[in-house]
């Protein structure tokens, strides 16, 4: 099992910074890839970002380009999402997954979240 601690929320204006940090515990040996989502109220959890742990590659979802940027400290085994010119629109509880293999189907490991609210 992985354990996933989030940390680094809070409340910002539109424009401020933020940086997410995410705590990876137990077999993380087994970690492939670690990724961040978000959920709005009254909306369905979405993809941010997500970073292969091995090679460091990264995607990021169109919306947060350029504005986000996934990172990760193998020896800490943490992954951090460095958020700049926050919008309104980036206000949701941000989670924190990871993955034992390749598949991007589906999520194994998630944490409990970490508030993000950016006042306009």
């Known amino acids: 099992q992985v354990q996933l601690v989030e940390s680094g929320g809070g409340l910002v204006q539109a424009g401020g910074s933020l940086r997410l940090s995410c705590a990876a515990s137990?077999?993380?040996?087994?970690?492939?890839?670690m990724g961040w989502f978000r959920q709005a109220p009254g909306k369905e959890r979405e993809f941010v970002a997500r970073?292969?742990?091995?090679?460091?590659?990264?995607f990021h979802e169109d919306s947060v380009k350029g504005r986000f940027t996934i990172s990760r400290d193998n020896a800490k085994n943490t992954t951090y999402m460095q958020m700049n010119n926050l919008k309104p629109e980036d206000t949701a509880i941000y989670y924190c997954?990871?993955?034992?293999?390749?598949?991007?189907?589906?999520?194994?490991?998630w944490g409990q979240g970490t508030q993000v609210t950016v006042s306009s």
């Open positions: 137990g077999r993380t040996f087994s970690i492939y890839r």
């Open positions: 997954a990871a993955n034992d293999g390749p598949s991007l189907a589906s999520w194994r490991y």
């Open positions: 970073i292969t742990w091995s090679t460091g590659t990264t």
